[in-house]
């Protein structure tokens, strides 16, 4: 029997305990490990019927985590704890030769960067290891990566331009909270936004843009019209060195005016900083203080309605003829909650961590060193996303 280790003990875990439970026949034993073990207690007890051990763990401490992996003899670590701990958990995949999965790039929690630089870096410790590290398993990135393979394979031969397009419509009845550790979240909205597109010589080039000053309406299927805004988003990064012919590639979240409202005041007075001040003799972060005033993302579900449609564009030529395809997916956050406890936005995430981690185990998914989701068979993801709760549509534009 297969033992399944998953880092973190938050809303997207959660997810992925419940689905791990629920394809039990592949992922055999799980153990849950946290840094706060009654958050792993609370996922367990949701779950009486499956086989669940939990355990604490301060994942920022490779030794730590190596310990646990040896202890448990894990075959594989599904790694949903925060993006400052992908490094220290990946060094410890590498010293216990034990495949890794996660559903975002590696931070610094003093400097957000965005990128894969320090995971790719370690590509050839993964092959000397034997172990195969896939990054960014969640939707976005994540199921955005596959359904551009998958266009790229059946649609096109060549795709000339992508627009990622990302809409929550889901209302929780707050004026400002976000739907996924905040910290993470609002770092992600508030950095300046970027884009990539050839030049007149071919040549690949990131064009930056003010945060939010690139705005499109979007007609969202199942949704509606809503306002879109131009974002960075690390998926970006590997699609431009996979997608064969690309030219421009960008992407687009949809916000509400209450959220940019709020950003806006809070960025104003510093609250969206991620530099220490100093308050009354203590070090506080602003962004971090500010985490701790916002509502939990794991409460929302109870209280959110509405969908989400995340999806892509992709614009190309196939046999000489230009072609214009839309894939997207769409959630309802009441069934999701009904299904899992947890709103849309963890479920599309946790769900696809579970679906590659499911891949992987069955060596349907396989290879040494370190890739991003991209670079395998699209065409047995995209089947396990319509048996596992996600199922999607393609529209010819
Ligand atoms: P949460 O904040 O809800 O959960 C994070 C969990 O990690 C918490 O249980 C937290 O512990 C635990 N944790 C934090 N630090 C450590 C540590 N040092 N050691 C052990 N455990 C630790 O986050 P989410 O569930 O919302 O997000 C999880 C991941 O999913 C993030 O990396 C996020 O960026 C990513 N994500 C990816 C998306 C995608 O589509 N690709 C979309 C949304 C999220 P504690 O309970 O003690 O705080």
Avoid at 96 to 110: G, K, Q, R, V
Avoid at 178 to 183: H, L, M, R, S
Avoid at 297 to 314: D, E, F, H
Wanted: hydrophobic content about 40%; proline content about 4%; aromatic content about 10%.
């Amino acid at each position: 029997m297969k033992t399944t280790l998953i880092i973190g003990a938050g809303g997207v875990s959660r997810v992925v305990v419940h689905k791990c439970v629920q394809n039990a026949d592949v992922f055999g034993r799980i153990v849950l490990a946290s840094r706060t073990l009654s958050r792993c207690e609370e996922i367990k007890s949701e779950l009486p019927h499956g086989n669940i051990e939990v355990a604490k763990i301060d994942a920022d401490i490779t030794d730590e985590v190596v310990k646990l992996i040896s202890t448990y003899q894990a075959d594989i670590v599904i790694n949903v704890a925060l993006p400052y701990q992908d490094l220290t958990i990946m060094d410890a995949c590498i010293a216990t030769s034990t495949p890794y999965l996660d559903t975002a790039n590696y931070e610094h929690p003093d400097e957000a960067k965005f990128e894969y630089k320090l995971q790719w870096a370690r590509d050839e410790k993964f092959k000397q290891a034997g172990i195969m590290g896939l990054l960014g398993s969640g939707f976005d990135p994540g199921v955005t990566n596959v359904f551009c393979a998958y266009a790229q394979k059946h649609y096109f031969d060549e795709i000339h331009t992508i627009d990622i397009l990302d809409c929550n419509a889901g209302d929780h009845g707050y004026a400002f909270a976000t739907n996924f550790n905040p910290e993470i979240n609002l770092r992600e909205v508030s950095a300046n936004g970027r884009y990539w597109q050839k030049n007149e010589d071919g040549i690949g080039e990131w064009i930056e843009t003010e945060p939010m000053e690139i705005k499109m309406v979007w007609d969202y299927p199942e949704v509606g019209e809503k306002d879109s805004y131009l974002l960075y988003h690390e998926e970006m990064e590997s699609l431009v060195k996979h997608i064969k012919g690309l030219k421009r590639i960008r992407f687009f979240m949809t916000f509400g005016e209450s959220y940019l409202t709020h950003m806006k005041c809070l960025e104003n007075v510093g609250m969206l900083s991620i530099k220490e001040v100093e308050h009354k003799g203590m070090k506080i972060v602003p962004m971090e203080f500010l985490a701790t005033l916002l509502p939990d993302p794991s409460t929302l579900g109870v209280r959110t309605k509405g969908k989400t449609n995340i999806g892509i564009v992709a614009d190309g030529i196939k046999d000489g003829v230009r072609k214009r395809i839309y894939i997207y997916q769409v959630s309802d956050h009441e069934k999701c909650f009904a299904e899992v406890n947890s709103q849309a936005v963890s479920y599309t995430t946790g769900v696809p961590a579970m679906i590659g981690a499911k891949l992987m185990l069955e060596g349907k998914w396989s290879g040494e060193g370190v890739f991003n989701m991209e670079e395998f068979d699209p065409d047995v993801f995209m089947d396990e996303l319509n048996k596992q709760g996600l199922p999607w549509q393609i529209k010819e534009l």
